[in-house]
């Protein structure tokens, strides 16, 4: 009796240490394989993301976007020619887009769709440089708010793309990150010779925020997308052309100012010779018949994704330190 309960007194702390070994052994597992799974989830979507992609409240985004200001987006229309210019004017950044300038870029899309005598549209930076992507200084303050900056720009760059207006992104300097995939939401792209063009965002820590990925998957294919995308290149005129992103390469050696009348002429001989009425019909039934138009599922997918990277370790290491992309 004795010996036993010495037995017993013996085992019970070597069976607990045994169970404590086995359950330790055991919660180690399971948290290694939850860690696996969530690296492995291509995007967690939270509650509060969630909300706000199904009913993206515009309005209230455009309030808190304005916040930031810097630059403007200026709109000229020629009803005689029937081509508009839109101007991305932040020079003294290189024309990147701050908070401000998106609101304007909405607005000014609201105003042509309502154009009735237009035609074209040709969308540029100011002084010879098409945009380098989101204002940096914007970016920085606006880590908390990438999924509604995202629900935004889709919203007002589907709209640009599906104008009843024959679009062209005249790209001169450097095209960069969110410049890239303005250039995207055009229907041509005529580039400077000395033009660079590159989707630098994973080298940001991000990815396209701006609906780029749809919108090159359905213009040259998955596999021109994946590359562009995931090699970040910068590619000259010649190369860009060579891939089938941009269509025109312009003549050496013209002013920034005669590169944008060399445009306009591109533009306006090629595709914008007939009545405004036929030509708004052309556009809106080729927008109409187009399988791949319904994106909103396809950009909401993008924004999910790029919500998971926005504000995260990539990004703050990428932008401390100070990349440049020339
Ligand atoms: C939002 C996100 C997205 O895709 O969703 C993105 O767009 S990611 C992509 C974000 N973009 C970038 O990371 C571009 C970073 N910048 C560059 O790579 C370079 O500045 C170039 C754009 C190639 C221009 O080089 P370049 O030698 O010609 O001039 P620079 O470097 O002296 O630039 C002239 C002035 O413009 C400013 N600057 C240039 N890009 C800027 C930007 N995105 N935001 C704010 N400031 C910018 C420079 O800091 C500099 O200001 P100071 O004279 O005051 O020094």
Not at 183 to 195: L, Y
Request: hydrophobic share 40%; net charge positive.
């Amino acid at each position: 009796m004795s010996s036993s309960s010495n037995q017993e007194n013996i085992n019970k702390p070597e069976g607990q240490s045994i169970l404590n070994v086995v359950l330790v052994f055991l919660i180690k597992m399971i948290t290694w394989i939850l860690k696996g799974v969530s690296r492995c989830t291509p995007h967690k979507v939270t509650s509060r993301l969630l909300s706000t992609f199904h009913q993206p409240d515009l309005k209230a985004i455009a309030k808190e976007l304005e916040n930031f200001p810097g630059g403007s987006i200026d709109l000229t229309k020629d009803n005689e020619t029937g081509i508009a210019v839109m101007v991305i004017n932040n020079p003294d950044k290189r024309n990147s887009l701050s908070g401000k300038m998106m609101v304007e870029m909405s607005e000014k899309v609201d105003q042509l769709e309502q154009w009735a005598q237009g035609k074209g549209l040709i969308l540029m930076g100011k002084d010879g440089s098409f945009c380098s992507g989101g204002d940096l200084a914007f970016v920085k303050k606006a880590l908390h708010y990438g999924a509604e900056m995202a629900a935004f720009q889709h919203h007002t760059l589907t709209r640009l793309h599906n104008l009843p207006l024959i679009s062209v992104a005249l790209l001169q300097g450097h095209t960069l990150g969110g410049g890239a995939e303005l250039s995207t939401a055009c229907d041509f792209r005529v580039m400077s010779t000395s033009g660079k063009i590159g989707f630098v965002q994973v080298k940001m820590g991000i990815t396209t925020g701006w609906g780029a990925t749809t919108r090159l998957v359905s213009l040259l294919g998955r596999k021109k997308a994946l590359q562009f995308l995931s090699s970040a290149k910068i590619m000259s005129a010649q190369e860009a052309h060579q891939e089938g992103l941009v269509d025109h390469i312009l003549q050496n050696s013209l002013s920034h100012n005669e590169e944008l009348e060399a445009c306009k002429q591109w533009l306006g001989l090629n595709y914008c010779n007939y009545d405004s009425n036929l030509l708004q019909a052309v556009k809106a039934l080729i927008v109409h018949c187009d399988s791949s138009k319904d994106t909103s599922k396809s950009l909401k997918y993008e924004r999910d994704v790029f919500a998971q990277f926005w504000g995260g370790p990539a990004q703050k290491a990428a932008l401390a330190a100070k990349i440049k992309h020339n």
